[in-house]
């Protein structure tokens, strides 16, 4: 007889669960309560109830590790409540190995379906245990990866891969207690679960098909947020072995980087992976530099769009696509250098994580997505940089017009002016006017002196000091040096071209 235990400090709760369950045709026959963890394992102990309805809320934290254990020992498939949606919660309900984690109140329609897919290893075959015990005489862990000469010509083999590599022990205890169609038998390998089905020859292929989809549409009703994929190998009529059926079906997640995740591969029906010369030619080289000097990132966008849209096979080599895709990142990094970006941290580790995942990332989609991102960042970054720059530059010589008189006036006088660091100010001086601070602030002052030597009677001394310099004799030779003669000569030729007029 199928039974179930509900866990719950609240007298109502548990007889409204209860209610529920009963409400509509199930096959559990037997009901147990428990209204604390004293109870409950008791109950666990004694009673031995297929399916166990717990309350969160009801264990003590210095009990949940013998309740894990308690749980793995007597095989029994637990369904969580809680009235906190936090994370916490979450974590408990993983630690307990639980099918799903509802959240009160909870819905009759949650938990019809919840139960559905919770008792289902409790309504398997009886027949199925003395199959399975012949099954594994002839198959193990190692008939995957040595060639042994077992048939397997009655077998499909599935292999489930999780996206996440930490789920991989909830993927494998749940499929231990999925009820396939059919006889089967699991194994929990290094990446991913493997499960051999013995399906008739007949519409195998539908079948199979039909009982991958029911895999996929029930692992996402428990496990939402953590998503899988199924690779199928229909079986051989040539008997190929267990190890070559396993080497074949493996190859199919490499597909996973162009279609992400649940999905189903299926072997024989792709196409191998073609190869691709994956860096820029110069020709590409030169238009993404003008692409990114120009900020157009529609046409960034077109050309990363078509240039990595795979939707079905033959897909070329992903590895390869990786490479190309840091080749493009060469070309960002030239163009973050031409705008000192890279000397930004916040562009610089932005940079890196790009990096990292056109390594890791395991779909194309979303590496894509990021690289168009990170280009947009770059570009306004380049942008606002300039944009700074030549703020900056304009607010200096504004700075230096008002202020050249000052006797003295250095470099650091006008970047604590404008906010910025002298040696910055330095480099912006250099970039905008290929001269440095003294070559410009030399320029306004001698540009005023000729002003004042064209209108004015003031001496040579008086104008010396007027434009801040404390030597005439200094200023002399700096005007000689720029203009071709000394300060009276120019003057006087002034005086004569005026008077002629």
Same mark, same amino acid.
């Given at each position: 007889m199928s039974s179930i235990l509900i866990a719950d400090r609240d007298d109502t709760e548990r007889k409204g669960?209860?209610?529920?369950?009963?409400?509509?045709?199930?096959?559990?026959?037997?009901?147990?309560?428990?209204?604390?963890?004293?109870?409950?394992? +008791?109950?666990? %102990?004694?009673?031995?109830?297929?399916?166990?309805? @717990?309350?969160? %809320?009801?264990?003590?934290?210095?009990y949940m590790l013998e309740l894990q254990t308690l749980f793995i020992n007597n095989g029994q498939t637990i369904i969580c409540t809680t009235a906190e949606a936090i994370f916490e919660r979450a974590v408990q309900a993983m630690d307990l190995f639980s099918v799903s984690l509802l959240i009160k109140p909870v819905s009759p329609e949650q938990l019809k379906r919840n139960l559905l897919h919770a *008792?289902?290893?409790?309504?398997?075959? !009886?027949?199925?245990?003395?199959?399975? !015990?012949?099954?594994? *005489?002839?198959?193990? +862990?190692?008939?995957?990866f040595i060639q042994t000469s077992s048939e397997v010509e009655d077998y499909a083999l599935f292999l489930i891969r999780p996206e996440n590599p930490i789920m991989l022990h909830s993927l494998f205890e749940?499929?231990?207690?999925?009820?396939?169609?059919?006889?089967?038998?699991?194994?929990?390998?290094?990446?991913?679960?493997?499960?051999?089905?013995?399906?008739?020859r007949e519409n195998r292929h539908e079948l199979l098909q039909h009982e991958g989809n029911r895999l996929l549409h029930w692992w996402g009703q428990v496990f939402s947020n953590y998503r899988i994929n199924l690779a199928v190998h229909p079986g051989s009529d040539h008997n190929e072995g267990l190890q070559h059926m396993y080497q074949e079906t493996n190859e199919l997640f490499q597909r996973s980087f162009f279609k992400g995740y649940h999905q189903i591969f299926w072997a024989h029906t792709s196409d191998a992976f073609y190869t691709?010369?994956?860096?820029?030619?110069?020709?590409?080289?030169?238009?993404?530099?003008?692409? @990114?000097?120009?900020?157009?990132?529609?046409?960034i966008k077109s050309?990363?769009?078509?240039?990595?849209? +795979?939707?079905?096979?033959?897909?070329?080599?992903? &590895?390869?696509?990786?490479?190309?895709?840091?080749?493009? @990142?060469?070309?960002?990094?030239?163009?973050?250098?031409?705008?000192?970006?890279?000397?930004?941290?916040e562009y610089e580790l932005a940079y890196h994580n790009v990096f990292q995942t056109i390594i890791h990332q395991q779909v194309l989609f979303p590496i894509v997505q990021e690289m168009i991102l990170f280009i947009i960042k770059t570009i306004n970054g380049a942008k606002h940089k300039v944009f700074r720059s030549t703020d900056n530059v304009a607010r200096?010589? *504004?700075?230096?017009? *008002?202020?050249?008189?000052?006797?003295?006036?250095?470099l650091k006088d006008v970047a604590e002016s404008i906010e910025i660091s002298p040696s910055y100010l330095?480099?912006?001086? !250099?970039?905008?006017?290929?001269?440095?601070?003294? &070559?410009? @602030?030399?320029?306004?002052?001698?540009?005023?002196?000729k002003r004042l030597l064209k209108e004015t009677n003031q001496t040579i001394k008086e104008i010396t000091e007027e434009i801040g310099y404390s030597d005439a004799n200094?200023?002399?030779?700096?005007?000689?040096?720029?203009?071709?003669?000394?300060?009276?000569?120019?003057?006087?030729?002034?005086?004569?071209?005026?008077?002629?007029?």
């Open positions: 669960i209860r209610w529920l369950i009963q409400s509509y045709p199930n096959k559990f026959e037997v009901f147990y309560e428990a209204s604390n963890v004293g109870e409950l394992i +008791h109950l666990v %102990e004694n009673k031995k109830p297929q399916v166990v309805c @717990l309350e969160l %809320e009801m264990v003590p934290a210095d *008792s289902q290893k409790t309504w398997m075959d !009886t027949e199925v245990p003395k199959e399975e !015990t012949h099954f594994l *005489s002839n198959f193990s +862990h190692e008939s995957f749940w499929v231990q207690d999925f009820s396939f169609s059919y006889f089967s038998c699991r194994f929990a390998l290094q990446e991913q679960v493997a499960c051999l089905l013995k399906f008739p691709i010369d994956p860096f820029l030619t110069p020709e590409e080289q030169r238009d993404w530099m003008e692409m @990114l000097e120009g900020g157009e990132i529609e046409k050309w990363m769009y078509q240039s990595f849209q +795979h939707s079905s096979p033959p897909f070329p080599d992903p &590895e390869l696509l990786r490479i190309r895709l840091t080749s493009i @990142l060469a070309q960002i990094r030239r163009f973050m250098y031409t705008y000192k970006l890279n000397i930004d941290q200096a010589i *504004s700075y230096l017009k *008002s202020h050249y008189l000052q006797q003295g006036l250095k330095s480099v912006l001086f !250099t970039e905008n006017y290929g001269r440095s601070f003294r &070559e410009v @602030l030399s320029d306004i002052r001698l540009n005023e002196s200094y200023f002399s030779r700096l005007f000689h040096k720029k203009e071709g003669l000394p300060p009276r000569q120019f003057r006087r030729q002034f005086s004569i071209k005026h008077n002629k007029k």
